[in-house]
């Protein structure tokens, strides 16, 4: 019943942009928090963002700010629009929905995970 679903993965040269999209279902999407994760081979996930229900950005991205999340609570859809990619930010991306709206960037208060899109940034 409930769904995230992750697109707008792909491959792109160093410096290019890309638009990742979540698609949620299944649940009240106006009441979650909505964070992007990432995961490269051999190495942890780790948060890159996360958007309040408010719509508020807890904490700053992982791409030190080439990287902009965003939400359309009537689309229910989140969004991370990254800039300027460099190879380090290739890894599998995953959003993740916490149901009490708060967020926070450990992966413990995400209650929902998508498969997750590739992104592979290489010349």
């Known amino acids: 019943e409930v769904q995230l679903v992750e697109s707008g993965g792909g491959l792109v040269q160093p410096g290019g942009s890309l638009r990742l999209s979540c698609v949620a279902s299944?649940?009240?999407?106006?009441?979650?928090?909505i964070a992007w994760f990432r995961q490269a081979p051999g190495k942890e996930r780790e948060g890159v963002s996360c958007?309040?229900?408010?719509?508020?950005?807890q904490y700053p991205d992982s791409g030190q700010g080439r990287f902009t999340i965003s939400r359309d609570n009537a689309r229910h859809t989140v969004y991370l629009q990254m800039s300027d990619l460099r190879p380090e930010d290739t890894a599998q991306y995953y959003c993740?929905?916490?149901?009490?709206?708060?967020?926070?960037?450990?992966?413990?208060?995400?209650?929902?995970w998508g498969l997750g899109t590739q992104v592979t940034v290489s010349p």
């Open positions: 993740a929905g916490d149901l009490d709206g708060l967020g926070g960037a450990r992966m413990i208060h995400y209650d929902y």
């Open positions: 299944g649940f009240i999407f106006d009441d979650y928090a």
């Open positions: 958007i309040s229900r408010d719509g508020n950005i």
